[in-house]
């Protein structure tokens, strides 16, 4: 247990800013994700906090004590690779217990600390193992175990699922997380994932371009994005932008729509629309905006039915909905009814970072 | 019908293409069972044989090792071995080190020194040692000048010396090229879980390229106790097993070489021991390099980057200072083994007068072995790699045996095997051939195989279902993917070949002597003059190969090892 602060970290690479003066606190215990598509910064942060890349500037607090300045080895951060990094020339316990024999544990506690953590980790049967005996979700394991055993403050994971393949990644992130709360150990996970950050975390932190966009739950971030790169790195999304926004009010696709207050005015602005928001072919429940669109492509995926409508002028918007066997039946070029309520859509500002309004 | 007729035309092509390469597979087979296995064969059975009443005997071998004579030998060959060995792990370790993890700049210069170092005969690095320090020794001269005695490079310090300087580049080409290769995720973990730079390069990288030392060292102590040259000429009465080989069998002429092929059999032992042991130590122990996330080599700043630099440098200057000694010499005037002064071109000129067939000899049966190496090689290779059968599995592993066969011995069977009837080719310029052809094909196949692996065979494929013949495929995609290893492994041949000794000195004749063997009898005489002029032109030979490697190879140094 342990409260990690980032304080001003800064680094640069030549003339590329890489971390823009990033300042966040992560409560004791919490699993904390930093989340952003690659190149954002979140891997050269993770690694900041591990020690493997020096910040320019700011410095690194674990329970208000300074480790910006340690050399990686002194840190006491425990650190799973997205490659795994099982040494190969070791048997699994060997690998285990590298840190331990590091840190001049007893023979005796040593050997049980180990046996302990691979039960945790059930991998107990395959102490003996070498690396190459094993397939990549047990190497996972091995490396998790091995970041776990020396009882770190901070619990470091870089992208640590994205070389396994889909099932057995919601088989281990699942195990994580248990892990990590029966643990309470302060956890900074790195992911591009967002449905694996949204389900994994206590807070997500979605980065881009070497700056924090947004720090919060899980829930708000997908719901209440605070730009409009969030709200379209965060789950699916649809933009339609506004016209004729006037002190009076706003219209979208021809039909008067209510807009927060503070969108009144000068300036373009866009309304986000979740796809699982759209209703196909219904009449709405309430106030809203209702159009036509020419159907592009319906495709059935079991749990689910996701349609492509073309609307002119606005492009492909896409719509979810529950399996519906008369609307698998349609077919490209048809006109579907597109619909969606007010109280539904989201406004931004234009641009890439447009302000969430409200 | 029209199925028949779809595959009528496949069944016939199949028929044709089984025939074409059952008939390479069988030439292979003669050719390798008449060139190697035979006369290895011999030397194995001679060595059972009483020499006067041709009956089964272990008498040979038994006197090899109980004569305090034998047994001195086979001490020092393993003396020289793993000193060499050592010696090149001390050298090539630390300087892989350096180029792999620092900017090191002239990287490849250093790398291209090293390559010649590797590609010159060790017997000049003798000579050439001789030249500085020996009794008449420009160093010892100068030192003796201000009253002090150098160590003489006469004996067994002088043989590791020269085998260390010779041998480390193999150490470290490729221990380079593995430490380039390690996932960088590998030392952030050991560093992550505590360790210091010392630790973590002693619990986690060296272990790591183990393999690759391991392999490279190997290699050093096969080359060491083989080698004839070095301590032929700074051995003084050091013997080793190759000298005592060469010596029996030069004083058993007329009889049955019997006690030479018993030590021979003892050097075959030990190099396949050396290679059992390693592949015992390895074991399983084969880890994947990575192709990403590898470590970016650090700049490094003030006393310590002069320190890895001037170390860098000074390994490769003290193993390229025998070239330099050479040529160097080869420019001065000479009267015998006395240099009297001045720079000129007489040794040269003696060259062309005296021994002018050794030069066209040289180069007559170098190129002629390359070309046989480089077409055989590709046609063997494309066998084990594209036709594995159990056939060409055995003819894998039977190419592995010039490896271990150091050349006195390959002489001495050759010696044995083609005396009489009408294989008798004793004295010739074919014998000569044949066996610098045997003894580096090995090389030659492995140049190419390891090419033609990268290939995927569904390029081929994909040429095909284009519309090309099979044959067009191969000759239009695969033979030109194929050349840049092609071309490397010629030259490497090419320079294995000019430079050639050990076997050659048992089989040649005043008509058919080359290069190397002028050399060898010029430094025995003392002709330091000739000896230079004729080792530079070697020496430049195999420079322009070694250039021409460079351009064309894509893994540069690589293609060395």
Same mark, same amino acid.
């Given at each position: ?11 640069t ?7 823009k003066d ?49 050399g990686?080895n ?14 190969p020339?070791l048997?699994?316990f060997?690998?285990?217990a ?19 953590? *691979? ?10 193992r070498?690396?190459?005996?094993l ?5 996972q394991?091995v ?12 619990l470091l ?6 070389n ?39 807070q ?30 965060v ?27 503070? #969108? &009144? ?34 495709s ?10 073309? *609307? ?7 719509? #979810? ?18 619909g969606? %309520? ?17 | 019908?029209t ?6 035309p ?27 296995v ?5 030397? #194995? ?62 990287r490849?210069?250093?790398a ?22 020996g009794?008449?020794g ?11 005695? *150098? ?8 043989? @590791? ?14 221990t380079?090229?593995?430490? &380039? ?27 790591l ?10 290699l050093?102590?096969?080359l ?38 018993s ?38 700043h003030?006393?310590?980057?002069? %320190? ?30 006395v ?11 003696r060259?062309?007068?005296?021994v ?26 494309y066998i ?6 159990r056939?060409?599995?055995?003819l894998?592993t ?12 390959m ?29 580096r094909l090995p ?5 190419t ?16 279902s ?15 993917l ?23 000195? #048992? ?22 003059? @000739? ?9 430049v ?6 250039f ?14």
């Open positions: 247990m342990a409260q990690v602060q980032l304080k001003n970290i800064r680094k690479y030549g003339n590329h800013v890489a971390l990033i300042n966040l606190d992560i409560e004791s215990g919490a699993f904390f994700t930093l989340l952003g598509p690659s190149g954002c910064g979140k891997t050269t942060l993770l690694r900041a906090i591990a020690g493997f890349h020096q910040q320019d500037a700011g410095d690194i607090l674990v329970d208000q004590q300074s480790i910006g300045h340690l990686a002194k840190r006491n951060v425990g650190m799973v690779f997205q490659d795994y990094a099982v040494f020339h048997s699994v060997d690998n285990v590298f840190g331990l024999v590091q840190q001049k544990i007893p023979a005796n506690d040593l050997h049980q600390r180990v046996q302990a953590i *691979l039960e945790t980790v059930q991998l107990g049967q395959l102490a003996d070498m690396p190459h005996q397939s990549g979700g047990q190497q394991r490396g998790l175990a091995r970041a776990l055993v020396t009882r770190p403050k901070v994971m870089d992208e640590p699922l994205s396994l393949d889909a099932k057995l990644r919601i088989d281990l992130r699942r195990d994580i997380r248990l892990l990590q709360q029966e643990l309470g150990i302060t956890t900074v996970y790195v992911t591009h994932d967002q449905e694996e950050a949204l389900s994994i975390s206590d997500v932190c979605v980065m881009y371009d070497g700056v924090v966009q947004q720090v919060d739950t899980p829930w708000a971030i997908y719901n209440r994005p605070a730009n409009r790169f969030v709200a379209s790195f789950g699916a999304n649809n933009f339609l932008a506004l016209e004729q926004v006037t002190n009076q009010g706003a219209s979208l696709l021809g039909q008067p729509i209510k807009v927060p207050d503070n #969108l &009144r005015g000068a300036g373009r602005f866009v309304a986000s629309v979740r796809p699982e928001k759209l209703i196909v072919n219904q009449l709405l429940a309430g106030p809203g905006c209702e159009f036509d669109g020419v159907l592009q492509q319906v059935f995926t079991g749990r689910e039915l996701q349609l492509a409508v073309d *609307l002119p002028g606005h492009g492909i918007l896409d719509a #979810l909905t529950a399996p519906n066997e008369s609307m698998v039946a349609l077919r490209p070029g048809q006109s579907v009814r597109l969606f %309520l007010a109280t539904d859509a989201l406004y931004f500002e234009e641009g890439d970072l447009g302000k969430l309004l409200s | 019908m199925t028949v007729a779809h595959q009528r496949g069944r016939i092509h199949s028929l044709l293409r089984l025939d074409f390469w059952s008939v390479v597979m069988a030439v292979s087979v003669i050719v390798i069972g008449l060139l190697l035979w006369p290895i064969a011999q030397v #194995l059975v001679l060595g059972f044989l009483n020499p006067d009443t041709q009956t089964f005997t272990l008498a040979n071998y038994l006197k090899v090792l109980t004569h305090r004579y034998y047994l001195g030998a086979l001490g020092n060959t393993l003396i020289v071995g793993i000193g060499g060995m050592i010696g090149a792990c001390l050298l090539g370790i630390p300087l892989a080190y350096c180029t792999a993890r620092y900017v090191v700049k002239g490849s210069l250093i291209t020194l090293a390559v010649m170092a590797l590609v010159s005969p060790p017997f000049i690095g003798a000579y050439s040692w001789v030249v500085v320090l009794n008449n420009w160093l010892t001269q100068q030192m003796k000048a201000l009253g002090m005695t *150098l160590p003489t490079i006469y004996g067994i310090h002088g043989i @590791i010396l020269v085998f260390s300087l010779k041998f480390f580049p193999f150490v470290y080409l490729m380079e090229s593995a430490l &380039r290769n390690i996932n960088r995720s590998f030392e952030e973990a050991a560093e992550n879980l505590g360790c210091s730079r010392m630790q973590r390069l002693f619990k986690v990288t060296l272990p390229v183990f393999p690759a030392i391991s392999s490279g060292a190997i050093c102590f096969v060491s106790i083989a080698d004839f040259g070095t301590p032929s000429i700074i051995g003084r009465d050091f013997r080793t097993l190759s000298t005592i080989a060469y010596n029996q069998y030069t004083s058993e002429m007329g009889g049955p070489p019997t006690m030479a092929v030590i021979s059999m003892l050097m075959i032992v030990m190099s396949m021991l050396a290679v059992l042991l390693q592949r015992h130590l390895m074991g399983k122990r084969r880890y994947a390099g990575s192709l990403t996330n590898l470590t970016v080599p650090k700049v490094c003030g006393a310590f980057g002069v %320190l890895v630099h001037a170390l860098c440098y000074a390994i490769v200057a003290l193993a390229t200072l025998p070239i330099a000694v050479v040529v160097y010499t080869s420019f001065l005037q000479t009267s015998g083994p240099f009297t002064g001045g720079f000129g071109l007489n040794s040269y000129a060259v062309i007068q005296e002018p067939d050794a030069i066209a000899n040289t180069f007559r049966f170098s190129l002629i072995a390359t070309v046989l190496i480089t077409l055989a090689g590709g046609l063997i290779s084990i790699v594209r036709r594995e059968t056939l060409s599995g055995l894998d039977v190419l592995m045996v010039p490896y271990v066969v150091p050349g006195v011995v002489a001495i069977g050759f010696l044995l095997t083609f005396n009489q009837g009408p294989l008798d080719m004793v004295g010739t310029g074919t014998i000569i051939v044949l066996i610098l052809f045997i003894r090389y030659g196949v492995r140049a195989t390891s090419v033609l692996r990268q290939i995927k065979p569904s390029i081929e494929e994909a040429a095909i284009l519309g090309a013949s099979p044959a067009k495929a191969f000759y239009k995609v695969t033979v030109p194929m050349m840049p290893g092609v071309i490397a492994g010629a030259m490497m041949s090419f320079i294995t070949a000019i430079n050639e000794l050990s076997s050659t000195l #048992l089989l040649y004749t005043a008509r058919t002597a080359t290069m190397p063997v002028r050399i060898y009898s010029a430094v025995l005489d003392g002709e330091f003059g @000739i000896a230079a002029a004729l080792s530079t032109i070697l020496l030979s195999s420079g322009l190969c070694v021409v490697v460079l351009r064309f190879s894509r893994s540069k140094e690589g293609a060395f090892i």
